[in-house]
Nanobody
Framework: QVQLVESGGGSVQAGGSLRLSCAAS????????WGWFRQAPGKEREGVAA????????YYADAVKGRFTISQDNAENTVYLQMNSLKPEDTAMYYC????????????????????WGQGTQVTVSS
């Protein structure tokens, strides 16, 4: 059973930085697709960043390109999301996820059913 535990959320002023971590266990991880998603109150969950280990490729939502970086420590089964130049509109619950399908990766809604999700960590950015 996949377990994903996020940490690193908190409150920060606009322009600040946070690094989210996601510790994974209970699954044989190999060339997976890892993702970070977020959901603000009253809004749908949206993809923020994804990392396709098989192809060493990353994908980012337009809203975070150039500010957020997804990375992985394979030895520790840990995935990170470095968030810089944070804006109030980045305020949301952030969720770590691993795609339980092989050979594909991305942030599209067609893959939502195939993700295993963590419980989330709150990020609040004040102006």
């Amino acid at each position: 059973q996949v377990q994903l535990v996020e940490s690193g959320g908190g409150s920060v002023q606009a322009g600040g930085s946070l690094r989210l971590s996601c510790a994974a266990s209970g699954y044989t991880f190999s060339n997976n697709c890892w993702g970070w998603f977020r959901q603000a109150p009253g809004k749908e969950r949206e993809g923020v960043a994804a990392l396709f280990v098989l192809r060493n490729s990353t994908y980012y939502a337009d809203a975070v390109k150039g500010r957020f970086t997804i990375s992985q420590d394979n030895a520790e089964n840990t995935v990170y999301l470095q968030m810089n130049s944070l804006k109030p509109e980045d305020t949301a619950m952030y969720y770590c996820a691993v795609l339980l399908r092989s050979g594909v990766c991305g942030l599209g809604r067609e893959l939502y059913r195939s993700w295993a999700w963590g419980q989330g960590t709150q990020v609040t950015v004040s102006s």
